[in-house]
């Protein structure tokens, strides 16, 4: 596709349920981001996919959360027994390279996907 | 652990003017990249442009413009000639050259454009 999209846009939740968000990267781009953007934490980095390397979990807030990324593409945010404190808009980037070639690496985001936890 | 801030939550410029927003950040490393990113309601974050941290020269792109003092860790977005369309908030990032891809983020300054 042209860009990077995700989906749902947005998602409301009852406290305790399951929920998935999910990326779809640029074409051929061979790095995966997620960040949460909150009112009180800001913009934060969640975690990071490159490649067939084993991921850079180290932002993500607890063992509540999990990503998977299938053949290289696709990418899945999954957040267990939802939390009021989880409301946030989830952002997704994907970049063409990973850290081998920072030189040439911007990373291009979608849209979001704004999740409420009532 | 790096750090971004931006000490403006809030911008207000009157159409065809200049404004300029303030980053400054912290870190131990020599080897980095800065970026200002645009978000307008539609969420989707725009970049807006990038510094290599071993560039002496200032990155341009058409309007947009920064003031990169390495010793200072200091980088500054100026917009020129402003247009009703660069209302949004903007955020300045930064990316270790060394540890890892992630960025990390200021809290952003909101820009308004008065007609």
């Known amino acids: 596709g042209a860009g990077v999209s995700q989906s749902p846009s947005n998602k409301v939740t009852e406290k305790g349920k399951d929920v998935e968000l999910r990326c779809d990267p640029i074409s051929g781009h061979t790095a995966l981001y997620w960040y949460r953007q909150s009112l009180g934490q800001g913009l934060e980095f969640l975690i990071y996919f490159q490649g067939n390397s084993a991921p850079d979990k180290s932002g993500l807030p607890s063992d509540r959360f999990s990503a998977e990324r299938t053949g290289g593409s696709v990418s899945t945010l999954t957040i267990q027994r939802t939390q009021q404190e989880d409301s946030a808009v989830y952002l997704c980037a994907s970049s063409l390279y990973g850290p081998s070639q920072t030189s040439t690496d911007t990373q291009y985001f979608g849209p979001g996907t704004r999740l409420t936890v009532l | 652990a790096q750090t971004v801030t931006q000490s403006q939550p809030e911008m207000s410029v009157q159409e065809a003017e200049t404004v300029t927003l303030s980053c400054t950040y912290d870190?131990?490393?020599?080897?980095?990249?800065l970026f200002w990113y645009k978000q307008p309601p539609s969420r989707q974050m725009i970049l807006v442009i990038r510094?290599?941290?071993?560039?002496?020269q200032n990155a341009t792109e058409n309007r947009f413009s920064v003031n990169f003092q390495k010793a200072a860790k200091s980088f500054s977005l100026k917009i020129s000639d402003s247009q009703l369309g660069d209302a949004a908030m903007y955020f300045c990032?930064?990316?270790?050259?060394?540890?890892?891809?992630?960025?990390?983020f200021g809290g952003g300054t909101r820009v308004l454009v008065k007609p």
């Open positions: 990032a930064y990316r270790s050259g060394s540890a890892g891809n992630k960025l990390t």
């Open positions: 510094q290599e941290a071993y560039k002496q």
């Open positions: 870190t131990s490393e020599s080897d980095y990249y």
